[in-house]
């Protein structure tokens, strides 16, 4: 794909929360030209003032759109992905990649044979206090990782940003499992490598998700789940790495403490935050052939599903 010199030109497929972040994000940069969108219901495009499709294969197929940002519920992934891919354009998803495992494979494997960018949107992937952690690991300051605990608290879930999208307290595609350990899930295997679900267990009844536990590995690395949902507590959200020489807390998705065996202290982040516009322009660096390590790929999207999926086995 050559898009050298000009915008990359942009379709999006979902405009919900995270589809209509990505077109104000897109068009906060000269690196993107939103051409068309598309949702199942056709309001959703009035307010953003851009050109509507009749249906996701006008955008799929479409001649003058380079690459497509998918927002729609995981479910629903696969086949425009697919169908994108073998239309030779780039695609950005949102996670999780998918929710049966074969879908992912699938979209794996036409992205391969296609050689598309294919990038998967994980809000923790390029945020200042992820990268600070990563270079305190390669610099030897964390000495032996000893062990991960990630804590979850929702007072109530569905989430209020998310109450009008009815999926997302569903068992089928749902669950804080699927929408935000995932995001965990992701960081600990970009920074320890691939995780094996050892022991894991969640609570679902008919309602949806209440209790999630359980026990990952990252190597010979523990990583220890807690999560909780309808509980009466503040929304909260904790990743801890645990080193022989100093300790790293990333509490409430932006602010990192650590501790040297004292108390926990804040760590004072430099540079730029890790938005929706920047993980755009990493991937406009990837159709342009470029590897971002701060852009996740398809392949972890499909290591972070095969673990979020054994809580639901």
């Known amino acids: 794909m050559e898009t050298s010199g000009q ?3 942009l379709g999006v497929v979902g405009l ?3 589809g209509t972040a990505m077109v104000a994000a897109a068009r906060s940069t000269d690196e993107f030209e939103v051409v068309r969108v598309f949702d199942v219901n056709p309001e959703a495009a009035g307010r953003l003032g851009v050109p509507f499709a009749a249906d996701v294969r006008e955008i799929v197929e479409a001649g003058d759109i380079d690459a ?3 927002a729609t519920p995981p479910k629903f992934h696969a086949e425009p992905v697919i169908a994108a891919i073998r239309a030779g354009k780039a695609v950005f998803c949102e996670k ?6 074969d879908d992912g494979r699938r979209m794996i494997e036409a992205a391969g044979e296609r050689g598309v960018a294919a990038a998967v949107n994980f809000a923790l992937s390029n945020r200042d206090a992820v990268l600070e952690v990563e270079r305190a690991l390669a610099d030897g300051e964390v000495g032996e990782v000893r062990g991960v605990d990630v804590r979850l608290h929702f007072p109530r879930w569905p989430r209020d940003f998310q109450s009008t999208a009815t999926w997302v307290a569903g068992k089928e595609q749902g669950g804080f499992v699927r929408e935000v350990l995932s995001h965990f899930v992701y960081v600990t295997d970009r920074l320890l ?8 267990s969640l609570d679902a009844p008919e ?5 999630a536990r359980g026990l990952l590995r990252a190597g010979e690395v523990p990583v220890h789940v807690s999560g909780f949902a309808g509980i009466a507590a503040p929304e909260l959200y904790e990743w801890i790495l645990w080193g ?7 509490r409430n998705w932006a602010q990192l403490f650590e501790s040297d065996g004292g108390e926990w202290t804040p760590v004072k982040l430099s540079g730029p935050r890790g938005s929706e516009a920047e993980r755009l322009s990493l991937f406009a660096e990837a159709i342009r ?4 390590r701060a852009l996740a790929d398809f392949a972890s999207g499909l290591r972070v599903q095969e673990v979020i999926e054994a809580f639901h086995r």
Do not use: C, Q
Not at 96 to 101: E, F, H, T
Not at 193 to 200: K, M, N, Q, R
Not at 207 to 211: I, L, T
Not at 244 to 250: A, I, K
């Open 289 to 292: 052939g470029k590897h971002p």
């Open 96 to 101: 999780p990649l998918a929710i049966s495992l």
């Open 68 to 70: 497509v940002y998918f």
């Open 244 to 250: 022989t020489r100093r300790s790293y807390l990333l």
């Open 207 to 211: 309602d949806g998700e209440v209790a």
């Open 193 to 200: 490598g691939p995780l094996e679900a050892v022991d894991v």
């Open 16 to 18: 919900g929360v995270m």
């Open 7 to 9: 915008p990359i030109r």
